[in-house]
């Protein structure tokens, strides 16, 4: 777990940030956009299931192509980036259980897929513990679902909550870690699912939590994702994105 720091004091952007954090939110669970499911099942899924087994060897990552039916369930006609336009990352991961895990995979944009290769070695060299690592697709697109897993996840072609715009995670370009103990929490203080709702104090310092100015916020900083955890009103703690929204 990295240790916090404090926060620095350059946040100019925090401003503009702010409002447009509401229609950019991914975290509230909201399913009424949810792709259409397919009946064909993902090839990502078949050849490279996630091991649940820990490892020994030190970080890999593999960057991989995609189809249609690797997406049966995150991608639709509509989509504003079509699978030509997206990669799997499968790579290595720190576990919850303090040891490297294989098996982890990311569908994210193909223009961004080298720089967050970047980021998650970062990641795993400071032994940030991540709990799963899986296509959305695993849950049927199920954004709620997902979160329920506390799965660590990047595209899913749906709308932003709150919102008609597409979510930056139609575009693989954002990613949400660990989304229950970094939940999105609501302006009224609500959190959509109760078995995350401690992590609403931020003073904690459980294992897999993002805070201001940590090692995690400055990964991605280093390649210019903003964090939701800077917005006001609502904030998205889990979630990370090329634009900041």
Avoid at 31 to 52: K, L, N, R
Avoid at 143 to 163: H, L, Q, Y
Avoid at 164 to 183: R, V
């Amino acid at each position: 777990m990295p240790g916090r720091r404090p926060v620095r004091s350059a946040v100019a952007a925090a401003a503009l940030i702010a409002v447009t954090s509401v229609a950019a939110a991914c975290g509230g669970g909201d399913d009424a956009d949810e792709p259409t499911a397919s009946v064909t099942p993902p090839t990502a899924t078949e050849t490279a299931p996630p091991s649940p087994s820990p490892t020994e060897q030190g970080f890999q990552a593999d960057i991989k192509r995609v189809t249609r039916e690797d997406l049966p369930h995150s991608w639709r006609r509509g989509c504003p980036v079509p699978p030509s336009g997206l990669r799997m990352i499968e790579m290595t991961y720190w576990g919850m259980d303090d040891r490297p895990h294989t098996g982890g995979r990311l569908v994210v944009n193909a223009k961004a897929a080298e720089d967050l290769v970047g980021v998650f070695r970062k990641l795993f060299d400071i032994r940030y513990p991540i709990e799963r690592m899986e296509p959305v697709d695993k849950y049927r697109g199920s954004d709620f679902d997902s979160i329920e897993a506390n799965n660590t996840s990047a595209f899913n072609c749906r709308r932003a909550t709150g919102s008609s715009a597409f979510s930056q995670h139609a575009y693989g370009l954002a990613i949400d870690i660990n989304p229950c103990q970094n939940p999105y929490v609501y302006p009224d203080g609500r959190i959509a699912h109760k078995d995350c709702t401690k992590y609403r104090n931020r003073d904690r310092n459980d294992p897999g939590m993002i805070h201001a100015g940590d090692e995690v916020v400055d990964a991605f900083e280093s390649i210019g994702w903003g964090w939701g955890g800077e917005w006001t009103g609502a904030k998205d703690y889990q979630h990370f994105s090329s634009n900041g929204r």
